[in-house]
């Protein structure tokens, strides 16, 4: 089965919302990292998170690693147009030894003006 | 700046073609990456390489085949297009421990197969 579920799939939100997307697992993670893919665009490294509980935020951006390693947000304060794309969580592969990452399906977020 | 670059942005080819996607990357990064990035699927991996010569398979392999002759170059060979290949081509890059360390993208290349 997949390995992080990320959900929504698509969410549509006023100018000036706020904007929420998360990625879940069963299994613990031994990391988190989020990208951005503009429309039209490839993706966008933005952050990573490896400890239990962290919390880092970069200006309206707020990104949160869970107590138990099995699940992480992303959070938008007040969204601008620019905040248009899909955000990706991946995190390192389950399989034994793994050094490749594994991807999200993604949220696309749209933001009207 | 760091940068990693596909042969073609765009590409239209008939079933059955042999089929060549080129990307570099000017890093000096140990590992490269090809995902196919489709609608609803998200990204998904379908090589990886950790050094020259060297390769792996991803969560989808089948259908495709990779080539790294030098570091900076990791080809994506599709021996037989077929129409359920169409999709967007991602190419990437990283340090060594790329579960890690950050992935470069390419600016991906959108294959149509007719």
């Known amino acids: 089965g997949q390995q992080v579920m990320q959900i929504p799939q698509y969410q549509h939100v006023q100018e000036g919302e706020d904007f929420t997307t998360y990625c879940n697992s069963s299994?613990?993670?031994?990391?988190i990292q989020w990208y951005k893919q503009r429309p039209g665009g490839h993706p966008v490294f933005l952050i990573q998170?490896?400890?239990?509980?962290e919390v880092k935020k970069q200006k309206r951006l707020t990104f949160q690693f869970g107590e138990a390693k099995k699940n992480s947000s992303l959070h938008i304060t007040a969204t601008q147009t620019t905040d248009v794309g899909t955000y990706f969580c991946?995190?390192?592969?389950?399989?034994?030894?793994?050094?490749?990452?594994?991807f999200g399906t993604g949220t696309r977020l749209t933001v009207i003006p | 700046d760091v940068k990693v670059t596909q042969s073609s942005r765009y590409l239209v080819k008939r079933t059955g073609e042999k089929v060549f996607l080129e990307c570099v990357q000017d890093?000096?990064?140990?590992?490269m990456f090809w995902y196919r990035q489709d609608p609803g699927l998200g990204l998904r991996l379908i090589y990886f390489?950790?050094?020259?010569?060297?390769?792996e398979k991803g969560d989808i392999p089948e259908g495709y085949s990779v080539s790294r002759e030098k570091k900076e170059r990791f080809s994506l060979i599709l021996e037989s297009a077929s129409t359920n290949q169409t999709s967007m081509y991602l190419c990437?890059?990283?340090?060594?421990?790329?579960?890690?360390?950050?992935?470069?993208f390419g600016p991906g290349t959108r294959l149509t197969v007719l």
């Open positions: 991946a995190s390192r592969a389950r399989q034994t030894g793994a050094n490749n990452l594994f």
């Open positions: 299994t613990t993670l031994s990391n």
């Open positions: 998170l490896v400890k239990s509980g």
């Open positions: 890093m000096d990064h140990e590992n």
């Open positions: 390489s950790y050094d020259v010569k060297m390769k």
């Open positions: 990437a890059s990283s340090l060594r421990t790329a579960a890690y360390n950050e992935q470069f």
